[in-house]
């Protein structure tokens, strides 16, 4: 079902919350850190008016959740949604905490956006809303303290935007030095050849890899992907080209199926010239949302939004894998029916980490004025998920836990590592 605004964000701090207090126990965590990665940072809310088309002024609010840097500066999306308030943010900024622990990045975690639907104002309109948020965030973000990327419904454009603001109000000998204030720009404008591919590509091969470890490959693999945005799309792209077959996608408007299989590219051409919708598309049948998640098949991709796979849908999957393109899709309810059923999980903080390890090459490469090939980047993309891919399988078989917890385990204990080696200041 497409779960409602309401819906999607209800309890997503209570899970993430509940997930890590149940890490915490299970890996006996010291109590001290418990404490300290149990709270967030630092909580944004920014107000700021902007004018309209129509000539009248909006008043809009923003928010921005940092909630730790022991590892190195914030760093995590922008998303442009109705749901989006604190309590979604914290939680989304405590997952990137983990994400970017797991991978081994020197980055903390940080969450934000505005309360809008997008699709309500005029290119000139969002352009004007991102600008005029960028500056009364201020200080709050910046290249070396906190580096905003793309979310739901902000993409390289809105980047180009936050870059082009910030290093606006710098002196003009420092502006070149901001460019890396966030990553996720466009080629042209000091983003990262691959970028846009990185998170798709990343949650195909944690889908590859954990078929390889029970020798099997993807060719004639069915799969269904909740989400037709940059993640739904490019994953489905790689899933296509690696042999496995779409059978069925769901977006915000519609939800379509074809047993015979969905041509990716064509999907992806009906959609461009109507926002990203995939309504209308001939090549498949459009059927009724509430029946999405129970198509049988052999892996499930939510791709979209948070808690849509939960007590009222988990116990309909009949699939043996559900990989997290998206942030938070599974709820704890939902997760206990799944795991039940033998279901395997490849998390989110695993599963689409891809994007922030390709955010990080891009970081790299503004700081330290280079450009990286295409080949380059998928070529060192590859070698760090698989490296992060291993690291969790071989947590998994050691403790005996499933997915998650072995991913949380590796992402906390790295955190614990670096506080109990520091100490606490003063
Ligand atoms: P996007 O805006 O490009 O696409 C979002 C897609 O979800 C669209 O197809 C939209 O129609 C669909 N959608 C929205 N509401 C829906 C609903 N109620 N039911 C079904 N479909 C719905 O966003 P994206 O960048 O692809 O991000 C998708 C998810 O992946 C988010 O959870 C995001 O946090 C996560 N993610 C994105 C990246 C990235 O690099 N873009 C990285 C890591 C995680």
């Not at 809310?45 to 190195?72: C, W």
Request: with cysteine.
């Amino acid at each position: 079902m497409i779960a409602t605004a309401e819906q999607q964000k209800k309890g997503m701090y209570e899970n993430v919350m509940e997930q890590f207090h149940k890490t915490a126990d299970t890996m006996h965590l010291n109590p001290n850190i418990r404490k300290i990665l149990g709270i967030t940072n630092n909580e944004i809310i920014v107000h700021f008016p902007v004018k309209m088309d129509s000539g009248k002024v909006e008043v809009f609010t923003g928010y921005r959740v940092q909630h730790n840097n022991a590892l190195g500066p914030y760093k995590g999306g922008l998303r442009y949604h109705p749901t989006v308030d604190v309590d979604a943010a914290k939680a989304l900024a405590m997952w990137m905490t983990w994400k970017t622990s797991l991978a081994g990045l020197p980055y903390g975690g940080a969450k934000g956006g505005i309360q809008i639907d997008p699709r309500n104002y005029s290119m000139g309109e969002l352009e004007r809303i991102t600008r005029r948020f960028t500056y009364a965030l201020g200080e709050n973000i910046g290249p070396e303290h906190d580096i905003p990327a793309p979310d739901v419904n902000t993409n390289e454009q809105t980047m180009a935007w936050i870059a082009d603001t910030y290093m606006s109000t710098k002196n003009p000998s420092e502006r070149s030095q901001n460019q890396h204030v966030v990553t996720g720009k466009p080629v042209g404008s000091g983003g990262l050849e691959g970028r846009d591919r990185a998170t798709g590509y990343g949650v195909y091969l944690t889908i590859k890899l954990w078929h390889e470890s029970k020798g099997e490959t993807l060719k004639g693999k069915t799969f269904i992907v909740q989400g037709f945005g940059n993640v739904g799309h490019w994953v489905s792209r790689f899933m296509e080209q690696d042999g496995a077959k779409l059978i069925a996608v769901q977006d915000a408007h519609a939800t379509l199926f074809n047993l015979e299989g969905i041509d990716v590219n064509d999907l992806f051409e009906h959609s461009k010239p109507r926002k990203g919708s995939i309504k209308g598309f001939e090549g498949a049948k459009e059927m009724e949302p509430e029946d999405f998640f129970a198509i049988p098949c052999d892996v499930v991709i939510p791709a979209a939004l948070g808690n849509q796979i939960t007590a009222a849908n988990a116990h309909k999957i009949n699939a043996p894998l559900i990989a997290e393109g998206a942030n938070g899709p599974t709820d704890n309810e939902g997760e206990a029916i799944l795991l039940e059923k033998g279901i395997t999980i490849i998390p989110d903080i695993l599963c689409n980490s891809g994007g922030v390890i390709g955010s990080y090459f891009e970081w790299l490469q503004n700081r330290n004025g280079e450009l990286w090939q295409l080949d380059e980047v998928m070529l060192k993309l590859q070698k760090k998920l698989t490296e992060v891919f291993l690291k969790v399988e071989k947590m998994v078989d050691e403790k005996d836990v499933d997915w998650r917890t072995a991913a949380y385990m590796l992402a906390i204990a790295r955190i614990e590592t670096a506080y109990i080696q520091r100490g606490i200041f003063p």
